[in-house]
T-cell receptor, first 112, second 116 residues
Framework: EDQVTQSPEALRLQEGESSSLNCSYTVSGLRGLFWYRQDPGKGPEFLFTLYSAGEEKEKERLKATLTKKESFLHITAPKPEDSATYLCAVQNLGAGSYQLTFGKGTKLSVIP | DTGVSQDPRHKITKRGQNVTFRCDPISEHNRLYWYRQTLGQGPEFLTYFQNEAQLEKSRLLSDRFSAERPKGSFSTLEIQRTEQGDSAMYLC??????????????FGPGTRLLVL
């Protein structure tokens, strides 16, 4: 059974204080690892897809990296508008299986 | 491209009543997914359609839940004889099967259900 564990559960940062969020996963075969951002009361918003160990992707102040067992979401010089819950999900390589298995998320608060 | 839309956005019902939710995917996306999310948890997979065919269902999907996607366009999720444990956010996502690897799911705003 696929499993995703995210840490920490919650993170408070001062504006400009860089940090990283962790996503550890167990999957029989990885088709892709996905990062989403979710604001309160809204649906998840797609950020990144990572397919293979060593891959990195960047978008503004966010950078996602992938190893064989975990992924990190690095946030550089965060701003208050980066406050949200960040969700990590994996998709299994199994034939015909396209469901995403999500972690519980990391709730990020950026204080001005 | 207006994104995935869901209707209604909020629904309050009494225990035992039936409810139906609608999802309109991104146009020309052939895959459509339903997920359920409770407070403090990540979304949990319920079911998946490719075009009009329902290809995968989670064991979370009890007999009281039924989903359809007539003509491979919009989808409906019906919950019969609602229970308080059904209270959650119901999320719809869609994707386009452009190849074996490329599979990004885009989510709608969700329907928040409260069962009293």
């Amino acid at each position: 059974e696929d499993q995703v564990t995210q840490s920490p559960e919650a993170l408070r940062l001062q504006e400009g204080e860089s940090s990283s969020l962790n996503c550890s996963y167990t999957v029989s075969g990885l088709r892709g690892l996905f990062w989403y951002r979710q604001d309160p009361g809204k649906g998840p918003e797609f950020l990144f897809t990572l397919y293979s160990a060593g891959e990195e992707k960047e978008k503004e102040r966010l950078k996602a990296t992938l190893t064989k067992k975990e992924s990190f979401l690095h946030i550089t010089a965060p701003k208050p508008e980066d406050s949200a819950t960040y969700l990590c999900a994996v998709q299994n390589l199994g034939a015909g299986s396209y469901q995403l298995t999500f972690g519980k998320g990391t709730k990020l608060s950026v204080i001005p | 491209d207006t994104g995935v839309s869901q209707d209604p956005r909020h629904k309050i019902t009494k225990r035992g009543q039936n409810v139906t939710f609608r999802c309109d995917p991104i146009s020309e996306h052939n895959r459509l997914y339903w997920y359920r999310q409770t407070l403090g948890q990540g979304p949990e997979f319920l079911t998946y359609f490719q075009n009009e065919a329902q290809l995968e269902k989670s064991r979370l999907l009890s007999d009281r839940f039924s989903a359809e996607r007539p003509k491979g366009s919009f989808s409906t999720l019906e919950i019969q004889r609602t229970e308080q444990g059904d209270s959650a956010m119901y999320l719809c996502a869609s994707s386009s099967s452009t190849g074996f690897w490329l599979e990004t799911q885009y989510f709608g705003p969700g329907t928040r259900l409260l069962v009293l």
